[in-house]
T-cell receptor
Framework: DAGVIQSPRHEVTEMGQEVTLRCKPISGHNSLFWYRQTMMRGLELLIYFNNNVPIDDSGMPEDRFSAKMPNASFSTLKIQPSEPRDSAVYFC????????????FGSGTRLTVV | AQTVTQSQPEMSVQEAETVTLSCTYDTSENNYYLFWYKQPPSRQMILVIRQEAYKQQNATENRFSVNFQKAAKSFSLKISDSQLGDTAMYFCAFMKPWDSYNNNDMRFGAGTRLTVKP
């Protein structure tokens, strides 16, 4: 298996632009998580899905952020409009419900908003 | 809410020596899972070791082992025979058992930056 695949690896955008981050979880995993990592706040959970259904989005910072999982093999995290304070590394992770061997993380997307 | 505390922002160790990274957590749960993740400069998050709270035996993975003290809510990571490739950020994490009615996400500590010196 290729693992969790995220794209793009790096994204630089101007303030006010729309940004879309993409994630392909491991085949067969039915839970998907979006995390944001910053120096100030560490790793924060933004949202997670179980069987393609959003379970907890309380970590989404504001309405500018939205996430979708239209099918079991694809998820997106969208920021519109983007702001400089959104600059961070965004990780996607997947796991099997009830399997407690931990999450498998993607390699992350480093977002820079100028 | 569960919290995870790593009180050592940075540590260093000489190559081939042993180092212990500390982690404490706060929970009212009796059953849960604990993890150590490694994040090298490549930023990939790599699972190092996991522990199930109902197991008294400390987990071991090659040069990595844990000291799990349930009553003290402590979960330290020991790295033996440190290698240059162990240089990374290390995150301690906590997760409750699956429950479809409650949050089941993994909570992370702030991390410890470990440098292995030649």
């Amino acid at each position: 298996d290729a693992g969790v695949i995220q794209s793009p690896r790096h994204e630089v955008t101007e303030m006010g632009q729309e940004v879309t981050l993409r994630c392909k979880p491991i085949s067969g995993h039915n839970s998907l998580f979006w995390y944001r990592q910053t120096m100030m706040r560490g790793l924060e959970l933004l949202i997670y899905f179980n069987n393609n259904v959003p379970i907890d989005d309380s970590g989404m910072p504001e309405d500018r952020f939205s996430a979708k999982m239209p099918n079991a093999s694809f998820s997106t995290l969208k920021i519109q409009p983007s702001e400089p304070r959104d600059s961070a590394v965004y990780f996607c992770a997947s796991s099997l419900e009830g399997a407690y061997y931990g999450y498998t993380f993607g390699s992350g997307t480093r977002l820079t908003v100028v | 809410a569960q919290t995870v505390t790593q009180s050592q922002p940075e540590m260093s160790v000489q190559e081939a020596e042993t180092v212990t990274l500390s982690c404490t957590y706060d929970t009212s749960e009796n059953n849960y899972y604990l993890f150590w993740y490694k994040q090298p400069p490549s930023r990939q998050m790599i699972l190092v070791i996991r522990q199930e709270a109902y197991k008294q035996q400390n987990a071991t993975e090659n040069r990595f082992s844990v000291n799990f003290q349930k009553a003290a809510k402590s979960f330290s990571l020991k790295i033996s025979d440190s290698q240059l490739g162990d240089t990374a950020m290390y995150f301690c994490a906590f997760m409750k058992p699956w429950d479809s009615y409650n949050n089941n996400d993994m909570r992370f500590g702030a991390g410890t930056r470990l440098t292995v010196k030649p």
